[in-house]
């Protein structure tokens, strides 16, 4: 079944720690997204990729890193964590299909809850 | 740039009171418009979208919600809201903005209660 997994669910850090937050997607689709959410807030966009060896920065700075070597697959990196960075991080899928025509439908990811201390 | 603005940030209901969330952006372009729902504990699912046509759309479980270009609106409606419709709704838009990849953006989301 084509779906879109983040792993860890959650996950508790200390300040300092170097940490991968992973996003795969089994929809085939070339465009992904990471959103950061604070609770009561509006999603913001912190990486996009248009496909594989693409990757920019979204409308919300972020001190984040991503890659994007494989199609299905958008990690996250924080060199080094801080209590800053606690959040709500949402990973997405967008775009058509391969072959077909171009809608801006997205689906997303159950999150990663990050709490560094 | 781009925002969209939901007017109730908390609404609580009785189980069959009618249901109308408010979305408002501000783009003056061609736009897609999406509601998504969370439910407790899940992800962001999407309820229903609107590309272009008929600018009443229908969603899943009984929603739709109504395109109208002069106000820059797109509210949501359930005429008869269950127990299970308490979550967090978010109204998202995006234009042909090519310096996001197409990327949505989020109204602040409107929380929903549905008490028995």
């Known amino acids: 079944e084509a779906d879109i997994y983040q792993t860890p669910r959650y996950l508790v850090i200390g300040t300092g720690k170097k940490i991968t937050l992973e996003c795969s997607q089994t929809?085939?689709?070339?465009?992904m997204y990471w959103y950061q959410q604070d609770p009561g807030m509006e999603l913001h966009l912190i990486h996009y990729?248009?496909?594989?060896?693409?990757?920019e920065k979204g409308d919300l700075s972020s001190e984040s890193t991503v890659s994007r070597i494989r199609t299905e697959h958008f990690p996250l990196t924080l060199e080094s964590a801080r209590p800053s960075h606690t959040s709500q991080y949402l990973c997405?899928?967008?775009?058509?299909?391969?072959?077909?025509?171009?809608?801006?439908?997205?689906?997303f990811g159950p999150g990663t809850r990050l709490t560094v201390l | 740039a781009q925002s969209v603005s939901q007017h109730n940030h908390h609404v609580i209901l009785s189980e069959a009171a009618s249901l109308e969330l408010g979305c408002n952006y501000s783009?003056?372009?061609?736009?897609?418009l999406f509601w998504y729902v969370q439910y407790p504990g899940q992800h962001l699912q999407l309820l229903l979208k609107?590309?272009?046509?008929?600018?009443l759309v229908k969603g899943i479980k009984g929603f739709e919600a109504e395109f109208i270009k002069s106000k820059f609106s797109f509210n949501l409606r359930k005429p008869s809201v269950q127990w299970s419709d308490t979550a967090e709704y978010f109204c998202?838009?995006?234009?042909?903005?090519?310096?996001?990849?197409?990327?949505?953006?989020f109204g602040k989301g409107t929380s929903l209660l549905v008490t028995p």
């Open positions: 997405a899928s967008g775009g058509p299909p391969r072959g077909d025509l171009s809608y801006n439908e997205q689906f």
């Open positions: 929809m085939g689709h070339d465009k």
């Open positions: 990729s248009y496909g594989v060896n693409s990757t």
């Open positions: 783009y003056g372009g061609t736009v897609n």
């Open positions: 609107y590309f272009s046509g008929d600018p």
């Open positions: 998202a838009v995006n234009g042909p903005k090519t310096n996001s990849g197409y990327a949505l953006n």
